[in-house]
């Protein structure tokens, strides 16, 4: 295991088993522990991460002590490329967000961190509010009315594009970006999520 060097954070020591991950696994652990699960991250934060991660992996040769943005921004477009398993959504521009894809990958990796386990970031308070308040609308949606007492074919497109706060104006990947953070946020909830992944083919038509 690498050893902890000197005002280090212990979540950052990594053991040997991470090392055998891929540079896309890493870099998609970082956007999980950063919180992309609900949040668009910045790439040089993920960039930052991921170095903290798997040390010097992500530098220079040259200059080891300097992080290659331009090997991070590669990866990340690997990662949202659906060859890859499209794990990640966004752009430099607008930031990065884990998929349901890579929100299962990222879980399914981060015992490959070792030392005192990783916390993934916390959701703010704007965060947990807005987790609360979505949680409480699609509960009294007409959506979730008719599915629980009629099953899924009782609910009409528009009915399931209001369940996902959507309409016909909103398509492509900022459709998808909605989506996926309606499935991030509460596809393991335990009475919401079999509704959330029982609506999502309704609303990915467009």
Sequence with gaps: MTRKKKGEPAEFIVSAPARTLSNMEVITLAVYLLGGESRYLDTEDIAVRANELAPGRFTWVKYPEQINIHTIKTHLWDAKSDRKGCLLLGSEKDGWILTPNGLELARSRIDSIKGVQPTKKKL???????????????????AFRKL???????????????????????????????????LNMFGDDVELGSAVKALVAKVRKR
């Design 124 to 142: 703010t308070a704007a965060e947990q509010q807005w987790r609360r308040t979505e949680r409480v609308r699609m509960l009294n949606s007409d």
């Design 148 to 182: 629980t007492a009629e099953g899924e074919d009782a609910v009409s497109s528009p009915e399931a594009e209001a369940f996902f706060r959507l309409n016909a104006y909103v398509i492509g990947e900022a459709r998808e970006r909605k989506i996926n953070r309606v």
